[in-house]
């Protein structure tokens, strides 16, 4: 029976990515897709999410609008990777798809308590509002969630939104400081190991190269999100950050890491958002994430470039 998850989005072309990624793997069920305010507003996630769908040809996966700020500060955006519409890179009609009448929140509620407890997992890839608000809405469901698989975080890579902190623990760290502490068994994707998924030029070529519409989608995205890193970092490529959950959950034996104490940082004068990450065991502190440090990253590009090979 396939893995049921619920993918909290605020696309962005890595979250782009991810989404398809998923939406050709038939060991997935999306359940749906919940947008979330942080690479850019709300207003445009949810329409971005509907694009992607639109463009998967999958428009039996239902996208619902969550969150429009983080719990309790203003949101933080980041078109300056991204791009004014979040998703910039390629053109893309205006969907059709409607959006959902009901909340994202109550969506994740709801669904968590219809299913059966410990059969669905959550994948956010965007700030933890919309996660940390149905927790606090409904406490009943925390047990019931089988795994968060996120990405967000980092230690060894330090910032890339601060100096301190990644950038979704960055938008809403008093959130991730719920989920980080809700007892949910978390794995964590932070940018240790993405920012070693970085794309090719032939990878990027070869996406290019394929027959159907997403094929040549994922390489107009990427190759818009590069020229941000390279100009950073003087990286060669893309990181796909948030494909990485995906394929943690469809092959795990790509990553390494260790179940240790993760912390979040919401006082900080000048670290809030980080993710204490004891790497090393030296806090005593009870481990509560898998919090992945390394990954096999011809492995990781093959697995995207043969599903998403499967979309039209
Ligand atoms: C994360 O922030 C966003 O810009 C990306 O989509 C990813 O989820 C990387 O720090
Ligand atoms: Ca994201």
Redesign the pocket.
């Known amino acids: 029976m396939a893995q049921k998850i619920i993918i909290d989005t ?1 696309p ?1 072309q ?2 782009a990515v991810a989404i398809l990624l998923a939406l050709a793997s038939p060991e997935l069920e999306v359940l749906g897709l919940v947008a979330v305010a ?2 850019v507003p709300l207003a445009l996630t949810e329409v971005n999410a509907r694009k992607i769908i639109e463009l998967s040809g999958r428009t039996d996966v239902p996208v619902f609008a969550g969150c429009d700020r983080p719990l309790a500060r203003d949101l933080v955006t ?1 078109e300056h ?2 791009g004014k519409t979040g998703l910039d890179g390629i053109e893309l009609p205006v969907p059709t798809l409607p959006l959902q009448a009901q909340h994202g929140v109550d969506f994740i509620i709801d669904t968590l308590r219809r299913e059966p407890a410990g059969s669905v997992t959550l994948v956010p ?2 700030p933890l509002t919309n996660i940390a608000e149905a927790f606090r809405r409904a406490p009943d469901i925390i047990a019931r969630v089988q795994r968060i698989v996120l ?2 975080g980092a230690y060894f890579e330090v910032g ?2 601060t100096p301190a902190a ?3 623990i960055y938008v809403d760290p008093e959130a991730a400081a719920e989920v980080f502490a809700s007892g949910v068994p978390l794995v964590v994707m932070p ?1 240790d190991v ?1 920012h070693k998924a970085l794309t090719s030029r032939e990878w990027v070529e070869a996406m290019r190269a394929l027959p159907g519409r997403c094929g040549p989608a994922v390489a107009g995205w990427t190759d818009f999100f590069e020229r941000f890193d390279t100009a950073k970092y003087g990286s060669l490529g893309a990181p796909l ?2 494909p990485c959950t995906i394929a943690w959950l469809l092959q795990p034996d790509l990553f390494q890491g260790r179940e240790i104490n993760v912390e979040i940082e919401t006082q900080g004068r000048w670290t809030t958002g980080m993710t204490v990450a004891d790497w090393w065991r030296v806090s005593g502190r009870a481990p509560n994430a898998l919090f992945l440090g390394d990954v096999d990253r011809d492995g990781l590009f093959d697995l995207i470039r043969h599903r998403i090979a499967r979309l039209p």
Request: aromatic content about 4%.
């Open positions: 605020d962005g890595d979250d942080g690479n980041a990777v991204h890839i965007g990405m967000g890339n939104i990644e950038f979704n940018l993405t950050h948030d």
